[in-house]
């Protein structure tokens, strides 16, 4: 442990089309995590809890409309808006589990035909995630499970454009998941991949930003 470095918790992501599993296996990251008695929180974005994420909330039940550039914007701000709260919770240790973040955003604007350098822009500089679980499922089989089809982005064609965005974003910080597999099998994949990682930040990996 030298060279200064210093204790702190990890940021883990879990990002996926829709119904691929994120908030599912969120929580029982989570538990899992807590169970070892590690300091964990779970978040997730948007946040709807504040004023950004209450207009970004009524834009996704098509209670309001926002051209894609200024949603796209707002998506992020809902982000920086937590940065310091971020950074502080993992500089004292807590590790943050994270249902979906910067990927979701950039995946989701480019794929309405926004320029994909230009969606990244806004999310250069936000704490980079030392672990991003991709659950990997096909659209069709997502369109299956229940739940899909309320919210503006749950359609068939829009989610193959979504997925192919993710692609173009993945880095060495991203595990692959079937997220086919049955719910328990997925969970016992990630443990091990989580432990791990936590381990290396409690060692005192650095902090990165992204991305850089
Ligand atoms: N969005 C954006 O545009 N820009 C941004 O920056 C961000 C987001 C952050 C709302 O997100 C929308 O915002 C989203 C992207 C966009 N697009 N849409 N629509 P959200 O996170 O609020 O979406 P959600 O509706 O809460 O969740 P989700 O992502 O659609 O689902 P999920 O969390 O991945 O899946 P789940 O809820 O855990 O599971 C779904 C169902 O599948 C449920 O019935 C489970 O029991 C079942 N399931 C889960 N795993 C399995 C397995 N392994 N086998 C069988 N069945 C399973
Ligand atoms: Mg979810």
Known sequence: NGGGSESRGALIVLEGLDRSGKSSQSTRLLSFLEGLGHSTELWRFPDRTTSIGQMISSYLS????LDDCTTHLLFS?????KRS??????????????????????????AKGLDFEW???????LV????????????????ERGGYGNERYEKLEFQRKVGKSYQALRDASWQIVDALLPMDEIAKQM???????????QKGKRLSHLWS
């Open 62 to 65: 098509n209670e309001s409309q």
């Open 77 to 81: 701000a809902n982000r920086w808006e």
């Open 85 to 110: 709260l971020m950074e502080k919770k993992l500089r004292s240790g807590t590790t943050l589990i994270v249902d979906r973040y910067s990927y979701s955003g950039i995946a989701f604007s480019s």
């Open 119 to 125: 969606c990244k822009a806004p999310e250069i500089g």
């Open 128 to 143: 980079a995630p030392d672990l991003v679980f991709y659950l990997d499922i096909p659209p069709e089989k997502a369109a």
């Open 191 to 201: 443990q091990e991949t989580a432990i791990n990682c936590v381990l290396e930040c």
